[in-house]
């Protein structure tokens, strides 16, 4: 029930749209066909774009369009409109004329008329709906109990996005009781920052008042928000309590079954493309054509992680460091290739042998490993599960080069470990796809 209101704005996102594209389809019938509109011709379009309308929807979430967190009327939210409405264009002229007798239709005009018309209506509404969203009637009080921590990190984040829906209206010391005893009927919820069994007085004047507002605790409440675990905030016993690998046997088998399939696509994508790509390394440095370095993976298992090169020869003589921004390392091909990604592919053997998954945290180097082991806590957790081509800290944080970059990316791979399933690797692969096209990967 606490996730229930964000899951509404989502579905209210996802029927508006559904209704638009259906009006869109209407309205450019009614202008081209006016008198002339029969029931067979209605028909006919209906069955057709009813096949290429569900792929513009998934377009709108590859490119964030049902992520309320990017829910703003900012220039960057409805460039992201104009995208996803051009990739439709392109994709579904490609669709109707390589299976015209499938879908009765090729239309010209017609697709152009129903994409400008959907295109403004959607605009339109995504303009009022993200404008309503941070509206102060519609927002819900927050209380936090505690301070320190992560408590101003996540006062900030929700102060900074109003569309989330929420507002931190107070913060107040466990020990002030006159505040305690004095909470706003307004209120929704209360999220504690303290460990709520230390304080037998006050868990006793909270339980007497649950009835009027939703209790949380900082960790759940933080994650809702983030998408990423609060390493300050936690200690093993949430670990015993959250993460029930058990309960994950039949998703890990359906997996790696999965992983298979991808691993075997990728793998001839892989061979196909390798004279092509193996000729521009030689011409471009000298060195081998493969690059292999090792990797820790599941259970701190030790692997050789396989890429196509984009260094120079002995890049790394002097040992093992962090990749850089414009890294003077990199060749020139290499950063075409880091670029498209295609210096990736090789992994897809890894991926068949069973190394990596396609989905979770980032593979790291043993060195790197060794010293963030010692710093960061709760580290070694991330190998709980295996590593992966992409995952959840992926699409979320930048390119990690630093031990405070790890200390944040571990965060959102806890929350992965623990949240892990076929709904979100779906939507790992779909915004992953966003950072493809962005080259952000």
């Known amino acids: 029930m606490k996730s229930f209101f964000p899951k509404i704005k989502v579905f209210l996102l996802l029927l508006i749209d559904v209704l638009l594209l259906y009006f869109s389809l209407w309205l450019m019938l009614e202008i081209e066909f006016g008198a002339r509109l029969t029931t067979t011709v209605w028909n006919t379009h ?21 992520d309320i967190k990017l829910a703003k009327n900012t220039l960057s939210f409805f460039s992201a409109v104009l995208k996803a409405t051009v990739l439709n ?57 505690g301070k320190g921590g992560q408590v101003e990190e996540l006062v900030e984040k929700i102060n900074s996005n109003p569309q989330f829906g929420y507002k931190v209206i107070s913060i107040i010391d466990p020990a002030d009781k006159k505040s305690l005893n004095n909470l706003p009927p307004s209120l929704h919820t209360l999220v504690c920052a303290v460990n709520i069994s230390q304080h037998a007085e ?24 983030t998408g990423k675990i609060p390493l300050s905030e ?31 696509i990728g793998g001839m994508i892989t061979i196909s493309i390798f004279p092509l790509i193996a000729s521009i390394i030689k011409i471009d440095s000298p060195g081998n054509v493969f690059y292999k370095q090792i990797r820790i993976g599941k259970n701190g298992k ?73 710093k960061i806590p709760f580290y070694q957790n991330r190998h709980l599960i295996k590593p992966g081509l992409t995952g959840w800290a992926q699409i979320n944080f930048k390119y990690g080069n630093s031990e405070t970059d790890a200390l944040e990316k571990l965060q959102y791979d806890l929350f992965y470990v623990k949240n892990r399933s076929f709904l979100l690797d779906i939507q790992i692969i779909l915004k992953t796809i966003n950072f493809i096209f962005k080259g952000r990967m």
């Open 46 to 66: 209906l069955f057709a774009f009813s096949a290429i309308f569900p792929l513009w929807l998934v377009s709108f979430y590859i490119f964030g369009l049902y």
């Open 202 to 225: 006050l868990a006793s004047s909270l339980s007497n008042s649950l009835a009027y507002f939703n209790f949380e605790t900082f960790p759940s409440f933080y994650e809702k928000i």
């Open 234 to 264: 936690i200690d093993e016993t949430w670990f015993l309590y959250n993460l029930k690998e058990r309960e994950k046997v039949i998703y890990e088998k359906i997996k790696r079954l999965d992983d298979v399939l991808i691993g075997l």
């Open 89 to 145: 264009g392109f994709v579904s002229t490609t669709l109707f004329y390589l299976f015209p007798d499938f879908l009765g239709v090729t239309p010209k005009t017609n697709l152009f008329l129903t994409l400008l018309f959907f295109g403004l209506f959607v605009a339109v509404w995504r303009y009022l709906y993200n404008f309503l969203l941070k509206s102060p009637t519609l927002l819900r009080e927050v209380i936090i109990i």
């Open 302 to 374: 030790e692997f050789n992680l396989v890429k196509f090169r984009s260094m120079k020869k002995d890049a790394e003589q002097n040992g093992a460091v962090w990749a850089q921004k414009n890294d003077p390392r990199i060749t020139k091909i290499g950063k075409i290739l880091r670029k498209s990604l295609l210096d990736e592919f090789p992994q897809f053997f890894n991926i068949l042998r069973g190394d990596i998954s396609l989905i979770g945290p980032r593979p790291e180097r043993p060195e790197f490993i060794k010293e963030l082991d010692q």
